[in-house]
């Protein structure tokens, strides 16, 4: 068996880690790590997040000795990837919005993109989109409250439909008979609340959340690691002692709880 770390800023990366355990049952042992206390990290400035980032994963791979890291964070992918290659021997599997097969599948050429402002405001995010969507009119909305409101969920609130209605209203335009037809969920959290999105959108679009290629990818990363056999793993990694997400991570099937300062 292969330990894969799952690394969020906090519960969205849950998305990837229930997809990694439904492909790679008896292959893998999946941990967690919550940054709690950076969250979230689309109030950070990049530089200092970057090296907040690149410092934690350093802990965090003390702790936990992973052979695969996923980073389950469109903003900490698109910003700290490539420092965390040159910094760390662990292979590293990212998270970036899903503009190219959006780009592919769109019948009508009009794509929305729900990301954090963020990512939104990243140049990657802009290359993507000028790489693979060039032909499509491609909707960038930078939701504010769409992380936090998943985050609530999951701790049983209740999720408001007007709240959440007006949260993903700026990415279904019609233009000249056309409109969106495809939306990107460019945000881990995001799939957390797929349901709510499709009951409140204004017509039925082709949602597309990435946890399954992100997984997948995952898994062939974890099959070029040495096999160690047997293992025991599901911790969770905090880097606060926050008792609501203890809860919700201990309802997902993890066990023991390690604080990382």
Request: charge should be negative; include cysteine.
């Amino acid at each position: 068996m292969r330990r894969i770390l799952v690394f969020d800023s906090g519960l969205g990366g849950l998305t990837v880690a229930r997809a990694l355990l439904a492909a790679g049952q008896g292959r893998v042992v999946i941990d967690y790590a919550a940054d709690v206390a950076g969250f979230p990290y689309g109030d950070w400035e990049e530089g200092a997040l970057r090296a907040h980032i690149v410092s934690l994963m350093g802990r965090l791979i003390d702790a936990a000795f992973p052979d695969v890291v996923v980073v389950a964070c469109n903003t900490a992918s698109v910003i700290s990837l490539a420092a965390l290659r040159a910094e760390h021997e662990v292979p590293f599997v990212g998270t970036v919005p899903a503009i190219k097969p959006a780009a592919a599948q769109t019948r009508t050429g009009i794509i929305g993109v729900l990301a954090t402002p963020g990512t939104v405001k990243r140049e990657y995010t802009t290359a993507l989109i000028h790489t693979f969507a060039f032909h499509c009119k491609v909707i960038l909305h930078g939701a504010p409250r769409l992380a936090r409101m998943a985050e609530d969920k999951l701790a049983g609130c209740l999720v408001d439909p007007e709240a959440l209605r007006q949260e993903i209203a700026p990415v279904f335009t019609e233009r000249e008979g056309r409109r969106t037809d495809t939306v990107v969920l460019g945000c881990t959290h995001y799939p957390l609340l797929r349901a709510e999105m499709e009951d409140v959108a204004p017509w039925p679009v082709t949602f597309i959340d990435p946890s399954a290629a992100i997984a997948r990818r995952a898994l062939e990363v974890a099959e070029s690691c040495d096999d160690h056999g047997e293992i025991r793993g599901g911790k969770v990694f905090l880097t606060a002692a926050e008792e609501r997400l203890r809860n919700v991570l201990e309802k997902e099937g993890f066990g023991e709880m390690v604080v990382i300062r």
